[in-house]
Each structure stands twice: as C-alpha cells, then as structure tokens.
C-alpha cells in the first residue's frame, strides 16, 4: 500500500518500523529457510506520554515530531546494529480515513471510473491533499439477487506522508513503503481460519479495532481508551506517581486478589470502554455483512495484562487469544522465552517485515 518498491530482489533483509503514539518499535527481517526470519529486533519507549498528555510521538492530529522520531530512530539503528536500509513503515488507522463501498459488479475499466466518482464522494478531504488506495476485500449477493463488489477505501493526508519521508530520510532510511497499521496487523497474525476475527490492538494511547474475514480487512475504529488509560486510572485511585503505577499494572493486572483487589476494580471501568468499542465494532460488522464474528484476537502492549484474555473473553462471550505473530517467523533460539510476551508488541512491525515474503 502508498508503495514505491517495485521489487526488493537483491536485499538481503529491510525493517519493518512501527512508529506508535508512545514507543517505537523495529524488526530486521530476512527470507529464512521455510518462513521469514527475526534477524534483529528493539524497542524505545517513551513514558513521558503518562505525565503530560501531550509529549507522545505522535498523535491523532497529524502531528508527529519529524526531528525527535527520526533521532529516536537513529538510536535505536545504532543500539541495535542493524544492517538494512531499506524500511517499511506503518501509519496509525486514527490518521488516515478507512471506508468500505458497495458496487454493482463491473468491468474494470467500469470499476475505475466508477471508483473515481465515488472516492471524491466518501472521504473528508480534496482528493488532490491525500493518497488514496483502494482495495477489492470481497464481493456478496444482495436481496434482490444482484452482486455486489465490496471494496475498501483508505486515503492518507498527503501532509502526513511527506512528514514521514522527512523523519526517515533524516534516520539515514530509505523509506521504501507505508502500510496502515490494520493491515500489517491482519498479515501478521492472520491464519488459515477463514471465519471473521475481531482484532483488538491495545496501545499507550489508542486502540484500534479491526475485523478481518478471508485475509481482507472489513472495518476499522479506534479510541482513545488504552494502556494509558489503566496506569492513569491507578496512579489517581492509589495516589502513586505514574512510574509506580505502570510497574503495578505490569506485575499484577487483573489477577490481584485480598488487599491487591482494589488494583482490579481501579482498572475494570477503562478496560470495559475498550470492550464497549469492540462489541459496537462487532454488532456494525455483523449488521452490515450478516455475518458473525467468532473470535478475538489481542495485540498491542496492552495484551499482556495479566488476566485480560479471561476477563475478555467473559464480556464479550467469544473465544479469546493474545496474538503471536511469531508462530509464522524463524527466529533465534534467545527469543524463544520472551515470544509470548513481545508478540503483542511486535505484531505490527513484523507484519511489515514479512510483507514481500507472504
């Protein structure tokens, strides 16, 4: 997607590089011997997100801090030695605009000229400020017997894109593509199972909520309720500083018990927005479509609360996972006992960086 790679032959391995609201995250990948292979992998973090609600990376109004992301980025290629230039980038679903169309079926010529019309009709913005893509996701017989052309229609603000060439040309990248996170997400953990997965991607400062059915991304929202949410939650409700009470939620989650209890209640009330979010995502998905949902499916650093899937999966009354993404990775043996809990973290940068070997 927004891709200007014709071919990667001849790269030995490129970056998948995820520029969340609070942290980023990169993972160097080469073509192994059956799957694509973990070469390398880091994260920085920034927690001054939790203090002052205005100091992230990046937030919902297109702002990103070109010079301070491209440092950070610097930092991280140079703690990590990576050897690769070439990166694939991934934009947040709460920058750009995601809708889904219905079309009589047409040829493509038809197609073209229709989408054309109908794409300046549906997104917010002039269509000469933004890039926009447009993807066949599906197709469905409608009541009158007549096929319907689903197809998904993403537009990011031209704005936005120069400000990321700009961060990764000054990184000493070559910024190679960018993708929205939802897809990467999809690509990473999706699997054979072909019934529609609700995915609940956790971050410091947003959650995004996608459904992906056959592959093919269906919908997409998001909110501002997140792990963010938690850790401000308990700081306020205990009168600890906001570095304590991140420490408490990562050793303790949901699964505090006798004077630990109070931890758990202080969260629910945030945790259930997110789920609130979910179940609205899923009840517009399942009316629109007339299908049903069968699964969730966690990522983010927010899946690794303790006892979040449980919890899940009793409000929501649907089978519950923490995505792995490295079930379809070769990686080095040291990964092996820190996989489940960077899984949810990395989902997104590796679905980048297994982009060209799926």
Same mark, same amino acid.
């Given at each position: 997607?927004?891709?200007?790679?014709?071919?990667?032959?001849?790269?030995?391995?490129?970056?998948?590089?995820?520029?969340?609201?609070?942290?980023?995250?990169?993972?160097?990948?080469?073509?192994?011997?059956?799957?694509?292979?973990?070469?390398?992998?880091?994260?920085?973090?920034?927690?001054?997100?939790?203090?002052?609600?205005?100091?992230?990376?990046?937030?919902?109004?297109?702002?990103?801090?070109?010079?301070?992301?491209?440092?950070?980025?610097?930092?991280?290629?140079?703690?990590?030695?990576?050897?690769?230039?070439?990166?694939?980038?991934?934009?947040?679903?709460?920058?750009?605009?995601?809708?889904?169309?219905?079309? /009589?079926?047409?040829?493509?010529?038809?197609?073209?000229?229709?989408?054309?019309?109908?794409?300046?009709?549906?997104?917010?913005?002039?269509?000469?400020?933004?890039?926009?893509?447009?993807?066949?996701?599906? &197709?469905?017989?409608?009541?009158? $017997?007549?096929?319907?052309?689903?197809?998904?229609?993403?537009?990011?603000?031209?704005?936005?894109?120069?400000?990321?060439?700009?961060?990764?040309?000054?990184?000493?990248?070559?910024?190679?593509?960018? *993708?929205?996170?939802?897809?990467?997400?999809?690509?990473?953990?999706?699997?054979?199972?072909?019934?529609?997965?609700?995915?609940?991607?956790?971050?410091?400062?947003?959650?995004?909520?996608?459904?992906?059915?056959?592959?093919?991304?269906?919908?997409?929202?998001?909110?501002?309720?997140?792990?963010?949410?938690?850790?401000?939650?308990?700081?306020?409700?205990?009168?600890?500083?906001?570095?304590?009470?991140?420490?408490?939620?990562?050793?303790? $989650?949901?699964?505090?018990?006798?004077?630990?209890?109070?931890?758990?209640?202080?969260?629910? /009330?945030?945790?259930?927005?997110?789920?609130?979010?979910?179940?609205?995502?899923?009840?517009?998905?399942?009316?629109?479509?007339?299908?049903?949902?069968?699964?969730?499916?966690?990522?983010?650093?927010?899946?690794?609360?303790?006892?979040? *899937?449980?919890?899940? *999966? &009793?409000?929501?009354?649907?089978?519950?996972?923490?995505?792995?993404?490295?079930?379809?990775?070769?990686?080095?043996?040291?990964? &092996? /006992?820190?996989?489940?809990?960077?899984? /949810?973290?990395?989902?997104?940068?590796?679905?980048?960086?297994?982009?060209?070997?799926?």
């Amino acid at each position: 997607m927004f891709d200007s790679i014709k071919s990667l032959i001849g790269i030995q391995s490129y970056l998948g590089v995820d520029i969340g609201t609070t942290s980023i995250k990169m993972v160097e990948i080469s073509k192994g011997k059956r799957r694509p292979k973990i070469e390398n992998y880091g994260v920085l973090e920034s927690y001054g997100h939790l203090e002052r609600i205005n100091d992230a990376i990046q937030t919902a109004g297109l702002k990103i801090m070109e010079k301070e992301a491209a440092e950070l980025l610097k930092l991280l290629l140079k703690q990590l030695k990576i050897k690769s230039r070439e990166a694939i980038a991934s934009i947040p679903a709460f920058s750009v605009f995601i809708t889904s169309l219905e079309i /009589p079926e047409m040829s493509e010529v038809d197609m073209a000229k229709t989408m054309s019309f109908q794409i300046s009709q549906h997104i917010p913005l002039p269509v000469q400020e933004v890039a926009i893509e447009w993807l066949k996701i599906g &197709e469905r017989d409608d009541e009158s $017997g007549f096929t319907k052309q689903q197809i998904l229609v993403i537009s990011i603000p031209n704005e936005l894109i120069s400000r990321y060439k700009t961060i990764f040309k000054l990184a000493g990248l070559k910024l190679k593509a960018l *993708e929205v996170e939802s897809l990467s997400l999809a690509r990473a953990l999706g699997d054979n199972n072909p019934a529609p997965s609700l995915l609940v991607d956790i971050g410091g400062r947003s959650t995004n909520i996608s459904v992906v059915e056959k592959g093919f991304l269906k919908y997409n929202n998001h909110t501002d309720f997140a792990g963010g949410s938690l850790t401000q939650a308990i700081s306020s409700g205990l009168n600890i500083n906001i570095r304590r009470a991140e420490e408490l939620k990562k050793q303790r $989650g949901l699964l505090g018990a006798g004077g630990e209890f109070e931890l758990s209640t202080l969260i629910f /009330p945030f945790l259930d927005a997110i789920i609130n979010e979910a179940n609205r995502g899923r009840t517009v998905f399942e009316k629109n479509q007339g299908v049903k949902i069968e699964r969730v499916l966690l990522a983010g650093g927010g899946a690794n609360l303790l006892g979040i *899937e449980k919890y899940f *999966e &009793e409000q929501i009354n649907l089978p519950v996972t923490i995505g792995n993404p490295f079930l379809k990775m070769e990686y080095p043996a040291r990964i &092996e /006992p820190m996989a489940k809990e960077l899984g /949810p973290s990395f989902s997104v940068a590796i679905g980048l960086g297994i982009k060209e070997f799926v």
